[in-house]
């Protein structure tokens, strides 16, 4: 199973950027899906998680109301959209395979917020 992030990078405060994650190697469309995040010197977050037919949905406090996952089974991927960002969104955005606990992750994509 190999997951694979992108669409990190740069975004303006309170602009949007849009992360996305295709999965190779496993019957994608069995498992729930999740976004973590890490800062440096911090630990991991669970940004948000989708049930395998995306009928149940959860977000971090911290980004409910801005941020909103979805998938395509049909492509293997999940989304991200970020909106509204602020400077402590800034962190290494991860896809991961579960919910809550993950048995995969991918190698991450950067997203910074500049003001």
């Known amino acids: 199973v190999q997951l694979v992030e992108s669409g990190g990078g740069w975004a303006q405060l309170g602009g949007p950027l849009r992360p996305s994650c295709t999965a190779f190697?496993?019957?994608?469309?069995?498992?729930?899906l999740s976004w973590a995040r890490q800062v440096p010197g911090k630990g991991y977050e669970g940004v948000s998680a989708i049930s395998p037919d995306s009928d149940e949905i959860e977000y971090a406090d911290s980004v409910k109301g801005r941020f909103t996952i979805s998938r395509d089974n049909a492509k293997n991927m999940v989304y991200l959209q970020m909106d509204s960002l602020k400077p402590e969104d800034t962190a290494l955005y991860f896809c991961?395979?579960?919910?809550?606990?993950?048995?995969?992750w991918g190698q991450g994509t950067q997203v910074t917020v500049s003001s």
């Open positions: 190697g496993s019957t994608f469309s069995v498992y729930a």
């Open positions: 991961a395979r579960g919910w809550r606990t993950y048995d995969y």
